[in-house]
């Protein structure tokens, strides 16, 4: 008797923005999990930081709280990220966590932390225009700022 062959997993679709106000200062970052039906928003803030590393803390946050190795496409409307994961992390690793001018990578901490969160996962990493009305941008931008002004209660 034959068997089905195993279902591909699902794609979880990622969401991911952070920012300051002013730059440095007090950061809120956010990020939207979505499988099939189901969704997941995260979000939270730090006191005094900047625009990089909210955006860096929001997709890491994003990746850690998958359970399981999955594909997954996160969208994001910073180049920084997208472009220091996909192109800019093979030389920094091979230089020893240095720039091209050799100074030590900005936010090395965190994009260790990245790296390690995305090392299960088969990731797409899509660039998104922020502020251009796409739906899931505006709401990840949303909580983002809604966890930054918490910050400012404090």
């Known amino acids: 008797m034959d068997s089905d062959p195993p279902r591909p997993a699902a794609t979880v679709e990622i969401w991911t923005d952070g920012g300051c106000k002013p730059n440095p200062g007090p950061g809120g970052w ?25 955006e860096l803390t929001a997709a890491a946050i994003a990746l ?3 359970k399981r190795p ?6 994001t409307d910073s180049e ?16 020893r966590w240095r720039n091209a001018a050799g100074d ?3 936010n090395m901490d965190l994009w260790q932390r990245l790296l390690a969160a995305a090392e299960p ?6 660039w998104v225009r922020g ?3 796409h739906d899931m941008n505006e709401r990840a ?13 404090r």
């Open 30 to 54: 956010a990020a939207i999990l979505r499988r099939g039906q189901h969704e997941r928003e995260l979000s939270g803030f730090e006191p005094t930081t900047t625009n990089n590393r909210m």
């Open 104 to 106: 030590p990578v900005a």
């Open 131 to 133: 502020h251009s009305g």
């Open 121 to 126: 996962h088969e990731i797409e990493w899509k």
């Open 141 to 153: 931008d949303q909580l983002a700022t809604e966890a930054r002004e918490r910050a400012l209660d």
């Open 64 to 66: 850690e709280a998958l």
């Open 80 to 95: 920084y990220v997208r472009l220091g994961i996909t192109r800019w992390r093979q030389g920094w690793v091979r230089r």
């Open 70 to 75: 999955c594909r997954v496409v996160v969208h």
